[in-house]
């Protein structure tokens, strides 16, 4: 079955520690999008990559970093830079570039806790 | 003013009722829009999707727009307490980037 693979479920990370959250797909889709979610709150997106090597900032990339470098994989690193990085990571794929038009599907998510 | 606008709720709602929920938008240039039913701790679930004015229907859900008032709604007919969710409305953003925008959501709790 096609899909989105996200792990692991459970992260924990110390303090000024980098950590990797991984996500693969099998959809044969183009566009490739990471959202972070807070208690209560909604979707706001972190980064996402419309095509294999190329990746657009989101409107709260900082402290975080990714890669697209197979069309599969679009992992995105946490970095200590990232002061406050408790929250449910959430990884999307969209069959066309354009995203919109279809909507996402979305995996199901990385929550990531700091110890 | 934000870009995607939801009330976040809790809209309580008898079992066997109509549940009706809201959303209403910024960007006149938007041309996709998307209601996710999102359970606690799980990932969002795409549920419905409309691109023209008028109503699409599915089973007990009926999505609505109306792009001159910018606002977008769905219907959920008959609710059963397995409805109870976040109910999340998306919209495309600036065209060319394939963004979504998404609201903060919509709690509905239906009681049996």
């Known amino acids: 079955d096609g899909g989105i693979t996200q792990s692991p479920k459970y992260l924990f990370r110390k303090e000024g520690q980098n950590v990797t959250l991984s996500c693969e797909q099998n959809?044969?889709?183009?566009?490739m999008y990471w959202y972070r979610q807070d208690p209560g709150q909604g979707l706001r997106l972190i980064y996402y990559?419309?095509?294999?090597?190329?990746?657009q900032k989101g409107d709260i990339a900082e402290g975080y970093s990714v890669s697209r470098e197979k069309k599969e994989s679009f992992p995105l690193t946490v970095t200590s830079a990232q002061k406050n990085p408790t929250a449910f990571y959430l990884c999307?794929?969209?069959?066309?570039?354009?995203?919109?038009?279809?909507?996402?599907?979305f995996g199901s998510g990385t929550r990531l806790t700091v110890v | 003013q934000k870009e995607v606008e939801q009330n976040s709720g809790p809209l309580s709602v008898p079992e066997g009722a109509i549940a009706s929920l809201n959303c209403t938008y910024s960007d006149r240039g938007s041309q996709s829009f998307f209601w996710y039913r999102q359970y606690s701790g799980k990932s969002p679930e795409l549920i419905m999707s409309i691109y023209s004015n008028g109503d699409k229907e599915d089973g007990r859900f009926t999505a609505q727009l109306n792009k001159a008032s910018q606002y977008v709604s769905l219907l959920i007919r008959d609710s059963q307490p397995s409805d109870s969710a976040t109910y999340l409305c998306a919209v495309n953003g600036p065209s060319n980037t394939g963004k979504l925008i998404f609201g903060q959501g919509t709690t509905l709790q239906v009681k049996p």
């Open positions: 999307a794929s969209s069959i066309d570039r354009q995203g919109g038009n279809y909507g996402y599907t």
């Open positions: 990559s419309q095509i294999v090597n190329d990746f």
């Open positions: 959809l044969n889709h183009d566009a």
